[in-house]
């Protein structure tokens, strides 16, 4: 296995845009996690799946975000209408539970001009 | 709201020990202490994690206070290439957020040489 894996690891998007990131988690974690980084700051919980189910979302994930892990497998996170405020580091992180260290992607970085 | 604190910044020479504190104290009983570690444009690196008891691995010591409201990272000897930002965290375990990190924004380790 090697590792979480996000796709793309950059993207520019123009004002208004939607955009779609993914996410590969390692195969035996069933919990998934996506992050929103800003610069300076360390990462911000946005939502968490349990296999299939998205069990908890941020108040930080607004309607123009929304979040899917069909068959609990891989991950989508995608932005629609995009803002310059959306302009960040998102990265996606998997473990086997609580207990577990989590493994996080090397992220995506999404700018909006 | 939970969170974690820790100093902005620290200095450490190369080949000698390094003790990253950290401060958490709204933990509660079942939250899991984690330390990753970032380096610029990469996602965070597990380093180590625990409940109660001193833990050790190959990478670091994890060292946690009797009331659990404290912690420290201990770098038995510092590299080069531990110079990173280290962020505390711990998982936060109440009704369904279950396992969230909640990063603070880290000290950044810097190592001379």
């Known amino acids: 296995d090697t590792g979480v894996s996000q796709d793309p690891r950059h993207k520019i998007t123009k004002r208004g845009q939607n955009v779609t990131f993914r996410c590969d988690p390692i195969?035996?974690?069933?919990?998934l996690y996506w992050y929103r980084q800003t610069l300076g700051q360390g990462p911000e919980f946005l939502t968490y799946?349990?296999?299939?189910?998205?069990?908890?979302k941020s108040r930080l994930l607004s309607d123009r975000f929304s979040a899917e892990r069909p068959k609990g497998s891989f991950s989508t996170l995608e932005i629609q209408r995009t803002e310059q405020g959306d302009s960040a580091m998102y990265l996606c992180a998997s473990t086997q539970g609580a207990h577990y260290g989590y493994t996080f992607g090397s992220g995506t970085r999404l700018t909006v001009v | 709201d939970a969170k974690t604190t820790q100093p902005n910044s620290m200095e450490s020479n190369e080949e000698e020990p390094v003790h990253l504190p950290c401060n958490h104290s709204?933990?509660?009983?079942?939250?899991?202490i984690h330390w990753y570690r970032q380096l610029p444009s990469q996602g965070p690196e597990y380093v180590i994690h625990g409940l109660t008891s001193n833990v050790n691995n190959r990478m670091a010591s994890l060292a946690i206070a009797e009331d659990r409201k404290s912690s420290t990272l201990i770098l038995h000897r510092a590299t080069l290439r531990d110079a990173a930002v280290y962020y505390c965290t711990h998982t936060l375990n109440y009704g369904g957020s279950q396992g969230n990190l909640i990063f603070g924004k880290g000290t950044k380790l810097s190592v001379k040489p």
């Open positions: 195969s035996e974690h069933n919990r």
């Open positions: 799946f349990q296999n299939e189910a998205q069990l908890e």
């Open positions: 709204t933990i509660s009983g079942t939250d899991y």
